[in-house]
């Protein structure tokens, strides 16, 4: 079965400073793909990052990265130089072969002026 | 890049009626559409998934025939929650995926609906 676990339900971080998201995920699938999501208090889900099972490199998007280490199926969220506005919910998920996303119970992230 | 229209943002009902939640794609044609549900505070979780032209597929533990899914074209499916009691109140959310162009740029949420029943 799979099952995506984000341990961290609230966080804070400092405007201007880095913080890592952290998520955990099991499968038995070789291919899948992790995905991060952040989720305003709107409730639109807004697209950050993917990361492929077998891409050898981590994934960036601007001031998102992905920390994928496959051997600890973990692929944890790094939002460097963070600004108010990424305040929110954010959401790990990982779609299996079946194109089935299964998303963890995600974490609010504030973060401080 | 692709945008998935969700309709109403919000609504109100009574006990006992049936709302009626569409998703349409604007700019590409859904072959698949996803619906999840997201108690406050909680997750999103998978309800069902459709496909143009052929039935939905439940997840398990949910009600074939309260949840109803329609898919008839590939920019539009609807979720018809049929006699609506306070417990469906939640948000609903709608994903699609586009045909084949790209991992990363297949699967597209529409902004959700907040499902009040009174």
């Known amino acids: 079965a799979q099952k995506i676990t984000q341990t961290q339900p609230g966080m804070f971080v400092q405007e201007k400073e880095a913080v890592t998201l952290d998520c955990t995920y099991d499968?038995?699938?070789?291919?899948?793909?992790l995905f991060w999501y952040k989720q305003p208090s709107s409730g639109e889900m807004i697209f950050l990052i993917y990361?492929?099972?077998?891409?050898?490199q981590n994934a960036t998007e601007g001031r998102y990265s992905l920390n994928f280490q496959k051997a600890r199926k973990s692929a944890n969220l790094v939002i460097s130089a963070s600004q108010l506005g990424d305040s929110a919910m954010y959401f790990c998920?990982?779609?299996?072969?079946?194109?089935?996303?299964?998303f963890g119970s995600g974490t609010k992230l504030n973060v401080k002026p | 890049g692709a945008v998935v229209s969700q309709h109403p943002s919000r609504v109100i009902c009574k006990s006992g009626t049936s709302v009626k939640i569409e998703c349409r794609s604007l700019?590409?044609?859904?072959?698949?559409m996803f619906w999840y549900r997201q108690f406050p505070k909680q997750s999103l979780m998978l309800m069902a998934t459709s496909n143009e032209g052929s039935k939905a597929t439940y997840e398990q533990g949910v009600e074939k025939d309260k949840f109803l899914i329609n898919h008839a074209s590939l920019t539009l499916s609807t979720l018809t929650v049929t006699s609506a009691h306070p417990e469906d109140s939640s948000f609903y959310i709608c994903?699609?995926?586009?045909?084949?162009?790209?991992?990363?740029?297949?699967?597209?949420f529409g902004s959700g609906t907040r499902l009040t029943v009174v």
């Open positions: 990361q492929g099972s077998y891409d050898e």
């Open positions: 998920a990982m779609r299996d072969n079946f194109n089935k996303f299964y």
């Open positions: 994903s699609a995926r586009d045909r084949p162009r790209g991992v990363i740029y297949g699967y597209t």
């Open positions: 700019d590409f044609q859904a072959t698949t």
């Open positions: 499968t038995s699938d070789q291919s899948y793909g």
